[in-house]
């Protein structure tokens, strides 16, 4: 169908700019991460891709859980990704203030690196 | 959002510093135009029945997706002792033309001001959002990735924001261990008739940890003029402010109720919630929308309707983060409605959404909507789709798919 076809391609185009659209706004983090190689997590190191993944993933889930119960903090539309011990919070928090205590609680975590907000404040609606 | 600041310096004109080391106000806003291709939209009417054709455009994101175009002002004054003054004025445009919002009005998306105290609550007196909007919508696509076009067919239950309520003041509790409530009432003020018109609502919700939980509930007095009667672009009691019929050379206009322009009120509740995980959240909401007393002089009643109409409508969505740039979002819902003389109708919506942040300030978006109707309507005519915020379409079947840039400032 139609929509099919116009959703793939906007998948494709967004794919296409990933490298770029990233090289500035993750500069610090890229940066901190590409000069300490050795700060990934402690565990034995990733055999393979997967075992990388399954590694990010516990690191999400890991910062969720730091996350979550903080009080003062509204974590029901933060979104976690972890890539390599860089974690990226996306998503809104509802008050400005509440963006600090959410990249605090974050880089407290055992494993993070470095934590990247994209964290908006409020939700914007139609 | 990233907002730009400007902290007015209170001291300079004479007022004590201490006010005015707390005291700002911030200016911010969303530019958000968006191209929309729609699969079939009514043109008019002939002998063999209703017309439609393809139709391609650009909306602004407020009647399609993602974020309606605004730009607005807010403050806030520190009065001392944990109380605050505050307002909000926030405009809403057509980044497309330039056009005022809201059917014309200079603040249509928000207008108020009020008075918070940490231990007390908020209390603010203006045109505002109702209490079924601040704790439900947020549980719905509409507001975390979809917009407009994902609300149920024709927004039936005001979850995607269509009307806002004047003339309102709200009572907002503080948040007490993830609990929060607030109440709305809208003066109707009519001289000798204190319940014409008037609007109550009252929502509730509990935050913590992955799960968020809300109720809500809306009383609308003579909805034709109180909830679709808000905008200098709508009529009296004899103009039928929610849709319309159509003609041989115009289309509908929200024929899933607008045959109930004559109800005495509108009510609805609703309730959800959502859990959170890691990189996805997933959620659930069930409204319920009467409109009652239909035949009332709020409206006007071309097919002699008398009773109540009733819309039951479960959304179940989901939004999943794939990188720290790229989400996607999914919804369905279903909408099923009975009216007065055995009309009844269904309607059956599915939406996707991808989302691409360049910045915290800029996303790339694309959202698509299907909509498949079955059933009859409330103008008792065969119930075609209806997409929110679109013109119908001429059959059963919509199809919507909108491309934009969304803005903040």
Not at chain 2, 49 to 56: D, I, K, P
Not at chain 2, 69 to 77: A, H, L, W, Y
Request: glycine share 12%.
């Amino acid at each position: 169908m139609n929509q099919k076809v116009l959703l793939l391609a906007a998948v494709v185009t967004v794919a296409a700019l990933n490298p770029s659209a990233y090289a500035q706004n993750d500069a610090s983090s890229g940066a901190a991460a590409a000069a300490s190689p050795s700060a990934a997590p402690a565990s034995a190191p990733p055999s393979s891709r997967k075992a990388m993944k399954a590694a990010d993933r516990k690191l999400a889930r890991a910062v969720r859980k730091a996350i979550e119960h903080v009080k003062g903090l509204d974590a029901t539309r933060i979104a976690i990704v972890a890539n390599d011990g860089s974690v990226t919070l996306a998503g809104s928090v509802p008050q400005a203030a509440q963006v600090d205590v959410a990249v605090q609680h974050a880089k407290a975590v055992p494993g993070v690196t470095s934590v990247t907000s994209r964290l908006e404040v409020g939700e914007i609606g139609p | 959002m990233k907002k730009t600041r400007i902290t007015l310096l209170l001291a300079s004109v004479g007022i004590s510093s201490v006010a005015s080391a707390q005291s700002s106000v911030t200016l911010y806003g969303v530019v958000d135009p968006a191209l929309v291709f729609v699969n079939n939209a009514q043109v008019g009417r002939s002998a063999g029945g209703l017309r439609g054709a393809q139709q391609y455009a650009m909306i602004d994101a407020s009647t399609t997706a993602y974020a309606g175009s605004r730009v607005g002002f807010k403050g806030n004054e520190d009065l001392g002792g944990g109380s605050s003054a505050l307002f909000v004025l926030e405009n809403g445009f057509a980044a497309n033309t330039g056009a005022l919002g809201q059917g014309g009005l200079l603040f249509g998306r928000q207008a108020y001001v009020g008075l918070s105290n940490s231990g007390l609550g908020t209390v603010t007196l203006g045109r505002q959002y109702s209490s079924m909007i601040d704790y439900v919508s947020p549980l719905t696509s509409i507001v975390q990735w979809g917009g407009y076009i994902t609300a149920q067919p024709d927004d039936i239950d005001n979850l995607g924001l269509t009307n806002r309520q004047n003339n309102a003041v709200k009572y907002a509790t503080p948040t007490w261990n993830g609990l929060s409530a607030n109440v709305l009432y809208s003066f109707g003020g009519v001289a000798g008739d204190v319940s014409r018109s008037q609007i109550v609502t009252f929502g509730a919700g509990y935050t913590g940890g992955p799960l968020r939980i809300a109720i809500g509930y809306l009383n609308a007095f003579d909805p034709n003029l109180s909830m679709w009667g808000s905008q200098p672009n709508a009529g009296g009691a004899t103009t039928n402010n929610i849709g319309t019929l159509g003609s041989a050379t115009t289309p509908e206009k929200n024929p899933v109720m607008a045959g109930y322009a004559s109800a005495h009120r509108e009510q609805i509740f609703g309730g959800g919630a959502s859990y959170t995980f890691a990189r996805a959240t997933v959620g659930v909401v069930y409204t319920n929308t009467r409109f009652v007393g239909l035949g009332s002089n709020a409206g006007p009643d071309p097919l002699g309707y008398t009773g109540s109409a009733m819309f039951n409508v479960a959304e179940a969505n989901v939004s999943y983060q794939v990188s720290a740039p790229l989400s996607l979002g999914a919804s369905y819902s279903y909408t099923e409605g009975s009216g007065p003389v055995g009309n009844r109708a269904h309607y059956n919506q599915v939406n996707a959404g991808v989302h691409y942040a360049l910045s915290k300030r800029t996303d790339l978006y694309m959202v698509a909507a299907w909509q498949r109707a079955a059933g009859v309507d409330s103008f008792n005519q065969p119930a075609v789709a209806s997409i929110n915020g679109l013109t119908p379409s001429a059959s059963k079947q919509q199809v919507v798919d909108t491309l934009g840039i969304a803005h903040r400032f």
